[in-house]
Each structure stands twice: as C-alpha cells, then as structure tokens.
T-cell receptor
Framework: GAVVSQHPSRVICKSGTSVKIECRSLDFQATTMFWYRQFPKQSLMLMATSNEGSKATYEQGVEKDKFLINHASLTLSTLTVTSAHPEDSSFYIC???????????????FGEGSRLTVL | EDKVVQSPLSLVVHEGDTVTLNCSYEVTNFRSLLWYKQEKKAPTFLFMLTSSGIEKKSGRLSSILDKKELSSILNITATQTGDSAIYLCAKRDTGNQFYFGTGTSLTVIP
C-alpha cells in the first residue's frame, strides 16, 4: 500500500533553535500534503496545506514565519519550526492524498509523526 | 466553517462489549467520509464512505453513512483491548480538503 514516511520521529532541541521535519511519499507522487499538530488526547489540528511548486496555504492562527513549509518536489514536503520555544512542543503529523494512476483515490495516508520537545 | 463533530468524546467499555461511535458533518461540498484509528502514532485508515446506506465491514468493525442525517457511525463488536485508541472521522470535500472531527477516545478494559 501507499506509504508516507516522516522523519525524524522524535527530536529534542533547545529553545531558539530551528527544527526541520521531512515528509516523503514513498511510492506515489503527492502534489498536496497536509501538516497537522496534535496535542495529547486531542484530534488533529490542520496547520497548513503544502502545494508542490507554490506557496503553502496556512490555516487561520498559524504563524507562517514560524512554521515554514516547503514542497520542493512531488515526493517531499518539509516543515521547519523556526526559533522553537517550549510551547511549540507537540506531535506533528503530515499526510498526503493518495494518487493511483494519476487519479486521486480519496484516501489520505499519514506519516508516522514527529514528536518535538523544546527545552 | 466545516465542522465535523464526533461523539462521545471518550468511552470506557469492557472486553466483549459492542460500541457505536458517531460522526456528524456539515453538508458543504461533501465528497466522502473517512474513519481512522490512531494508537500511539499516526492514524491508520479504516473506511472511506461515499454512498449512503451501504455498510462497509472489516472484521469486527463496520461503518455506514447516512447522507440524509449528515452522519456516520462506526461499530465495533466484541471489543478487545487492542481496540483501545482514538477514532477519528474526517470529511473530504470536493476541493480535496480533509476536515477532522474531535475524535473519540475508546478504552477497552480487560
């Protein structure tokens, strides 16, 4: 089946540093990827929609300059948390709609998630 | 705003019980409804529903969509401790955007 790989799965960093999270579609091309943030025992909060070759679309309340998204190729999107602070500590998950033979199947596959801890 | 609401928010049952999880959505640009199970990491896909009244089944899990009521249910029969997870439903709209519900946290006690 379709696989979305996310890396790193866990990262600990110091306050003020930047952290990059990668999301790759391994066996299909993803023109769109979604980035979510999830707090403990809560649902997924959509942060932004990443579009290959163009700017990401951010949800209301999400700081564009803090959460930089780049979708440089059809298989890779990156989320960079800039100048991270302890309140940015969270579980970040990416997902991609699955395409088969060029057609969107309607399914959404998720990466394994990245747990960020900012000290 | 595209709202997807799930109920209950949390549920504790004993092994062997049957549970029904609910999901309601707004009709705007509706295309399909998806169910996911999330344990410790990323959600895993369970079902995708596009047509009303047609039950989808996988083992002890089944789900059905009611477009008239703008809702879907996920049934789990003979629950096991391994069913403990957060169950998420999501609405996919005609613009290929996905809107996730609040989630239902299910705990199955031995």
């Amino acid at each position: 089946g379709a696989v979305v790989s996310q890396h790193p799965s866990r990262v600990i960093c110091k306050s003020g540093t930047s952290v990059k999270i990668e999301c790759r579609s391994l066996d299909f091309q993803a023109t769109t990827m979604f980035w979510y943030r999830q707090f403990p025992k809560q649902s997924l909060m959509l942060m932004a929609t990443s579009n290959e070759g163009s700017k990401a679309t951010y949800e209301q309340g999400v700081e564009k300059d803090k959460f930089l998204i780049n979708h440089a190729s059809l298989t890779l999107s990156t989320l960079t948390v800039t100048s991270a602070h302890p309140e940015d500590s969270s579980f970040y998950i990416c997902s991609a709609p699955y395409y088969l033979g060029g057609a969107n199947t309607g399914e959404l596959f998720f990466g394994e998630g990245s747990r960020l801890t900012v000290l | 705003e595209d709202k997807v609401v799930q109920s209950p928010l949390s549920l504790v049952v004993h092994e062997g019980d049957t549970v029904t999880l609910n999901c309601s959505y707004e009709v705007t640009n509706f295309r399909s409804l998806l169910w996911y199970k999330q344990e410790k990491k990323a959600p895993t896909f369970l079902f995708m529903l596009t047509s009303s009244g047609i039950e989808k089944k996988s083992g002890r899990l089944s789900s059905i969509l009611d477009k008239k009521e703008l809702s879907s249910i996920l049934n789990i029969t003979a629950t096991q401790t391994g069913d403990s997870a957060i169950y998420l439903c999501a609405k996919r709209d005609t613009g290929n955007q996905f809107y996730f519900g609040t989630g239902t946290s299910l705990t199955v006690i031995p």
